[in-house]
């Protein structure tokens, strides 16, 4: 039950951030394009999730050479969809690559072979929940690096999610230190 109710609270979190009003900025030119790009992103990456569940059951050493394949086929596919989404290709300057360099290396790679390494010992729906604070964190990373101010409800949704995230770790970390004690 308690499943249920931290599942349903992130639900509608998440309902938040699509109900409330977006205004179109630089970032954003077509807010609910990237609102119908969020929740495909999302769906895709529930399905990373669980195939790396089920190929880190099989032989955990195949999950990392999973991602880094993956990674791999992603950069040219992108590179093949940017017309479709009225994008060209741009080379950037030095201060460009280095960041492209530090996000590619510690918010992708760092995070994925955290991601990988973690994924044995915890379910599939416990990596997701964790995973769902960046997201919804979002709306604060948006507000201090572009001066986009979010909406209250995106606020809120964001507020929701990172708590029922919480408390569903507190509640699991209670749960588990109860039957150690009772042992003891």
Do not use: K
């Not at 309902?15 to 409330?20: E, K």
């Not at 009003?21 to 630089?26: L, M």
């Not at 604060?140 to 919480?166: K, M, N, Q």
């Amino acid at each position: 039950r308690s499943e249920l109710l931290m599942l349903s609270c992130i639900g509608v979190g998440m309902a938040l951030f699509f109900v409330a009003p977006a205004s179109e900025s630089a970032s954003a030119p077509s807010p609910r394009l990237g609102d119908m790009f969020a929740i495909a992103s999302g769906v895709c990456f529930a399905l990373v999730l669980l195939g790396m569940r089920s190929i880190s059951r099989r032989d955990p050493t195949h999950t990392a050479a999973a991602i880094a394949w993956g990674n791999a086929f992603t950069a040219p596919l992108s590179f093949a969809l940017m017309p479709i989404v009225g994008q060209s290709p741009v080379v950037g300057d030095g201060s460009t690559w280095l960041t492209i360099l530090f996000l590619g290396t510690c918010q992708v790679g760092l995070a994925y072979a955290l991601l990988v390494r973690a994924m044995p010992h915890v379910g599939a729906v416990q990596a997701s929940l964790l995973l769902m604070i960046e997201p919804a964190l979002n709306p604060l990373l948006a507000y201090f690096v572009h001066g986009e101010r979010p909406h209250w409800l995106a606020v809120l949704g964001g507020v929701l999610i990172v708590g029922s995230v919480t408390a569903s770790a507190v509640v699991s970390r209670r749960r588990l230190a109860t039957p150690r004690e009772e042992a003891q």
